[in-house]
Antibody
Framework: QVQLVESGGGLVRPGGSLRLSCAASGFTFSDYYMSWIRQAPEKGLEWLSYISGSSGHTPYADSVKGRFTISRDNAKNSLFLQMNSLRDEDTAVYYC??????????????WGQGTLVTVSA | DIQMTQSPSSLSASVGDRVTITCRASQGIGNYLAWFQQKPGKAPKSLIYGTSSLQSGVPSKFSGSGSGTDFTLTISSLQPEDFATYYCQQYNSYPPTFGQGTKLEIK
């Protein structure tokens, strides 16, 4: 069965960096786009970025462009989010999600359990 | 960016009821509309994609309809496990955007 397990969250000071990971299993990882989506406390869902199976396509939300970098290691079935220059407003639960094959790009079908990132002095 | 607006923001209903949640896009999105269910403290769960196609394992009590800018999610015969927050999402164009959520509560 499809499993997505995030890790790497924690408490970080404003201006600091953090790297999130998502370990995938139960499917052919390289066939699928993957995404990071976050949810601030008591707020709605915010899409952050996609990455294609070949890593050739990586759009970002304006709120994180230039600060966050999505990447993947298909040999290790892993997705990453490098977060730099963190701000208070980046405090959220971060979810990785499977997005679908190229033919069905954009369709989110599975979510991880999330990892909490808290940015505070 | 395409803005997605859900109504109502909250809804009270009883077990056994049939409810409908509406999602409106600020511009046409074809049928590139998905619905998600989220329970407190849990990750979202994917329910519907392509406006009306059920994700694997999702019961047929959930149904979606619409096209262009106006979409609906209908849940028939509400059960206790259906009380949650529901989000719509467009994936017609970047960036994908979500509605603000509709909280479905037990009356």
């Amino acid at each position: 069965q499809v499993q997505l397990v995030e890790s790497g969250g924690g408490l970080v000071r404003p201006g600091g960096s953090l790297r999130l990971s998502c370990a995938a299993s139960g499917f052919t990882f390289s066939d699928y786009y993957m995404s990071w989506i976050r949810q601030a406390p008591e707020k709605g869902l915010e899409w952050l970025s996609y990455i294609s199976g070949s890593s050739g396509h990586t759009p970002y939300a304006d709120s994180v462009k230039g600060r966050f970098t999505i990447s993947r290691d298909n040999a290790k079935n892993s997705l990453f989010l490098q977060m730099n220059s963190l701000r208070d407003e980046d405090t959220a639960v971060y979810y990785c999600a499977r997005v679908g094959t190229a033919a069905a790009a954009g369709i989110i079908d599975y979510w991880g359990q999330g990892t909490l990132v808290t940015v505070s002095a | 960016d395409i803005q997605m607006t859900q109504s109502p923001s909250s809804l009270s209903a009883s077990v056994g009821d049939r409810v409908t949640i509406t999602c409106r896009a600020s511009q046409g999105i074809g049928n590139y509309l998905a619905w998600f269910q989220q329970k407190p403290g849990k990750a979202p769960k994917s329910l519907i994609y392509g406006t009306s196609s059920l994700q694997s394992g999702v019961p047929s009590k959930f149904s979606g309809s619409g096209s262009g800018t106006d979409f609906t999610l209908t849940i028939s015969s509400l059960q206790p496990e259906d009380f949650a927050t529901y989000y719509c999402q467009q994936y017609n164009s970047y960036p994908p955007t979500f509605g603000q959520g509709t909280k479905l509560e037990i009356k």
